[in-house]
Each structure stands twice: as C-alpha cells, then as structure tokens.
C-alpha cells in the first residue's frame, strides 16, 4: 500500500472483535477488553464493544478474533539516516523491522556513520542532525513511519556540563552507548551520566566485551559506577560478562535491564530468569542491537520475545511487556500501552498457521514467533499481512 505521511491523522478509529487484548502493562498484561476506540491517533476507550461509543468512526477494523499489543519498542537499536545502514548496507531495514511488529526503535548512538565525527563540537552536531533527521523522515513517512527516537551522541573526553545542556536545549534525550567512545573509566562516566540525567537526557551504557573493532571492554564495576539509566545489553552486544558479574548489576542497581538479540543468548535467558527470581521483571526490557556485525532482524524483538518465554519459562503475556510497557516506563514514553490517553500504536497478531501452540500465548511460549496480520501507528494502517513473519492463522480486516 502507499506510503501515508504523518501529517494526516487517524480521525476516529474502531477495533473491534479482538480475541485477546495485551495491555502491555506487566502488573496487568491481559484485559478484559474486546474494542479500542482511537481518535486523531490516541486511546480514547478499551472495553467491550457494547459499552464503547462505536458510531461514526472513520475506519473500522475487525479483528477477527486476533491478539491486539502495543507496537513493540525496540529499546536499542544504531539507525544512521534515512532507511539505510552502513553496516551491512542495507536498505529498507527500518520498514522491514515494522512488519515484524515494530513501532518505536530507540537509537543507542549513530555508531556506524562513516567517518563519525569524534571532536566535541562534531558529536554535538550529528546528534543534533540525526534528531531532526529522524523526526522530520517519520512525517515523511519513511521507514513505514516508525518512530526512530534518534540523535544519541556517544560522549568522548573533554565534553563539560555546558555540552550537555546545550544537547538538551536542542532537543537531544539520549546518549549513546557510553563506552563507546573515548570516555570508559567509571568515574569519568559516571560525571558525565549526572549531566546528562540533570539536563533530562537518558543514557545507556555499553556491557560487556568489544562489539566490534575499536569498541572495548566495560564490566561491572564500571557499569555500577557509572550508574547510567540502563543496562545496555547486559548480555553482551555479543560478548558478555561472565554471569555472575551480570547477576551483580541485577542485584546492586535498579536501573532497566536490557536484553539483546544481538548478544549471548544463553546469558540473556539466564538474566531474563534471574529478574523473575529477584522479583523485578519490571526492569526487563528488549533490544536488539542491530544494525551490527550480526545484521539486521526484522524479526529479532519477536524472537526474543519467544526466546525468553519459552526457554526462561516466562508467560508469553509478561515477554511482550518487556518489549512495550515496560520499555515505556523505563524510558518515559507515552507509547507501549494499551490504554486511554496512549498513542494508538499496535500490532495484530495470531499463532502462526501449522504451529504446534493452541493459541497465540501457547505458541510463543512454545518458542515460535507469531504472525503478524497488521501494524498501526497513531491510529493509521502501516501494514497488513506481514511479509517477514510467518502467516499468521487469521489476519485482521478492514471492513470501513
Ligand atoms: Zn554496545
């Protein structure tokens, strides 16, 4: 279908006939609830169909009896401009990350621009680009309109406060993966991460081994000290930390804990398990680290989704909140809910045709990944039958 631009919106939308809603929120992740009523792209009502004002709507889905979430959040991810990536010189990978149920991609820093500018004054003028870069391409609506929060400065040494504010004061609200540049010890970080958070930026840092060449290693200790706002794949982006290291951050910060597909897996699902241990999965959010040395997955957030569920032992209903609300809540947005006053940003799922799962949950929790059958974004059509993920058993129509 044609690309739509932002600048229009949804006007009033009815979903109705959903066969399961997922709310996204960990305390409550499955509502009793079969219709969401949006209006100009946010939330206005999630119920039961007769007791939703339902009349006049614009656009109206049925469901077919499918499983409604959130638009999944990717929480770390290295977009450079435009639907291109250097790394593996790849296009379109942004809107291929939307047909595996991606609505929001969060960048970890503009890694992999050629010749990326290390002086201070050069650091603060990419971020700022790429911010608006980003911004202005999702009105334009490439990338299928994902949202790509963007413009994520790696800091370097020599960076004072007053580069931080001046970051804020144009708009930027995250750091890149602190470690990946020249700034590594955890004193010197841990400055610069007060800094940021004091003029509202958010930061990650980088856990574990080197990444790629030039990258280098950051373990716990520095981590700890550092004290940025989330754990960046603290399974490694790929080498991780060995695990009792890794169970040290669960334990003595309580700061995101952030899985990656990009990373060790068998560290990830032990991470995953040891949060429902420590009774903080709250704290668990997704990743997935591309585009890397590993590529870029469409369909790595569903994947570590089924991954963590099926072999963590984890209730697939909780694992898709560790790709929506919580990532929400962990990062300030206002998307990743179902619920009033959220933006309208969903994805519609069903088992997989030919999975061994009875429904969509026992599937995933079986370890396939789900079919998705439509994506929205502020209440607008983005897709319809995934072309990347295996055919979902009943898919979503538009009857208005
Ligand atoms: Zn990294």
């Given at each position: 279908m044609a690309a739509p631009t932002t600048t229009e919106t949804s006007g009033k939308v009815v979903i109705r006939n959903v066969g399961l809603m997922l709310?996204?929120?960990?305390?409550?992740?499955?509502?009793?609830?079969d219709t969401v009523v949006v209006n100009d792209g946010v939330i206005v009502a999630v119920g039961k169909e007769r007791d939703?004002?339902?009349?006049?709507?614009r656009r109206v889905i049925d469901a077919r009896g499918t499983a409604l979430a959130p638009g999944l959040i990717d929480s770390h991810c290295h977009p450079v401009f435009g639907d291109w990536t250097p790394r593996q010189n790849q296009l379109g990978w942004i809107d291929s990350c939307l047909h595996g149920g991606v609505t929001t991609m969060i960048s970890a820093g503009e890694v992999h621009l050629p010749g990326r500018p290390k002086d201070v004054v050069g650091l603060k003028a990419l971020a700022i680009t790429a911010q608006r870069a980003f911004e202005g391409q999702r009105a334009a609506g490439v990338g299928g309109g994902v949202k790509v929060l963007a413009g994520a400065p790696v800091i370097e040494k020599g960076m004072r406060e007053e580069d931080f504010a001046e970051l804020a004061a144009a708009g930027v609200k995250l750091l890149g993966e602190v470690g990946l540049g020249s700034v590594k010890a955890g004193d010197e970080a841990r400055a610069m991460v007060a800094w940021a958070r004091k003029y509202g930026i958010q930061s990650t840092i980088h856990t574990g081994?080197?990444?790629?060449?030039?990258s280098g290693l950051i373990d716990a200790d520095v981590v700890l000290e550092a004290d940025a706002d989330v754990i960046g794949h603290i399974n490694g982006g790929h080498t991780a930390l060995p695990y009792p290291q890794v169970c040290r951050l669960c334990e003595q910060s309580g700061r995101a804990i952030e899985i990656v597909h990009n990373g060790n897996e068998r560290i990830g699902i032990l991470t995953a398990r040891h949060a429902m241990e420590l009774k903080c999965p709250h704290r668990v959010i997704l990743g997935?680290?591309?585009?890397?040395g590993s590529g870029v997955q469409p369909l790595g957030i569903l994947r570590l989704i089924a991954l963590v569920s099926s072999l963590a032992d984890i209730p697939a209903e909780i694992a898709f909140c560790f790709a929506t609300g919580n990532t929400a809540r962990q990062r300030g947005l206002r998307q990743g809910l179902i619920e009033?006053?959220?933006?309208a940003d969903f994805v519609f799922m069903d088992k997989a045709q030919h999975s061994a799962g009875e429904d969509l949950l026992d599937s995933v929790r079986l370890g396939d990944i789900p079919g998705v059958g439509m994506v929205m974004i502020d209440g607008i059509?983005?897709?319809?039958?995934?072309?990347?993920?295996?055919?979902?058993t009943e898919v979503p129509a538009i009857v208005a």
């Open positions: 709310s996204g929120d960990i305390d409550r992740p499955i509502l009793d609830a939703c004002d339902t009349g006049n709507a081994g080197p990444s790629i060449p030039g997935t680290d591309a585009p890397a009033v006053g959220r933006p059509v983005r897709c319809q039958r995934s072309r990347n993920t295996p055919p979902a």
